[in-house]
């Protein structure tokens, strides 16, 4: 059980959890996730820590598909700062109280601003990490939503 799956089940969401067997010598965790369930790479989102205003002390994160590739600019303009660049891998780990690969969206540490690219609201369910390599946890888009407070934003666009 991960703070993740946790969260979900305490807040009454409804939701599934995948699991499979992560090969280590893959560094693609999230096409790694969407070959080994069989779906489709564009229903499976990463979670990416993101730095605000190029600040590793003011993260956010970034939901955006697997098949898709976060837009800095969009992602700027939708988290209403100048610019933002990719988090330091140990600045996420502290924050998200998860290993890098393993990073989900739901249950971390500390609350943090949350976007989920607006793709995901084509979706009768998206896949996010679980919190762990291997894990995976399927839920609503407006679930995970409300699980981070997060809101639906222009992201690889």
Same mark, same amino acid.
Request: contains cysteine; glycine residues 8%.
């Given at each position: 059980?991960?703070?993740?799956?946790?969260?979900?089940?305490?807040?009454?969401?409804?939701?599934?959890?995948?699991?499979?067997?992560?090969?280590?010598?893959?560094?693609?965790?999230?096409?790694?996730?969407?070959?080994?369930?069989?779906?489709?790479?564009?229903?499976?989102?990463?979670?990416?820590?993101? $730095?605000?205003?190029?600040?590793?002390?003011?993260? #956010?994160?970034? !939901?955006?598909?697997? &098949?898709?590739? /976060?837009? *800095?600019?969009?992602?700027?303009?939708?988290?209403?700062?100048?610019?933002?660049?990719?988090?330091?891998?140990?600045?996420?780990?502290?924050?998200?109280?998860?290993?890098?690969?393993?990073?989900?969206?739901?249950?971390?540490?500390?609350?943090?601003?949350?976007?989920?690219?607006?793709?995901?609201?084509?979706?009768? $369910?998206?896949?996010?990490?679980?919190?762990?390599? #291997?894990?995976? !946890?399927?839920?609503? &888009?407006?679930? /995970?939503? *409300?699980?981070?407070?997060?809101?639906?934003?222009?992201?690889?666009?």
């Amino acid at each position: 059980m991960t703070p993740a799956i946790t969260l979900a089940e305490k807040r009454g969401i409804v939701h599934q959890v995948h699991s499979y067997t992560h090969d280590p010598a893959c560094a693609s965790y999230g096409e790694e996730a969407a070959a080994a369930l069989q779906i489709d790479p564009a229903q499976v989102y990463k979670t990416l820590m993101v $730095a605000l205003n190029g600040d590793n002390k003011q993260l #956010g994160v970034a !939901i955006v598909p697997v &098949a898709g590739q /976060l837009n *800095l600019k969009a992602a700027a303009k939708a988290f209403k700062v100048k610019k933002i660049a990719m988090a330091d891998p140990q600045a996420a780990q502290r924050s998200s109280g998860y290993l890098l690969g393993g990073i989900s969206p739901l249950g971390q540490k500390k609350a943090l601003p949350t976007l989920l690219d607006k793709t995901a609201e084509h979706w009768p $369910a998206v896949f996010v990490s679980a919190g762990k390599r #291997g894990l995976e !946890i399927e839920l609503a &888009a407006s679930d /995970l939503l *409300l699980l981070t407070r997060g809101q639906f934003a222009d992201l690889t666009g």
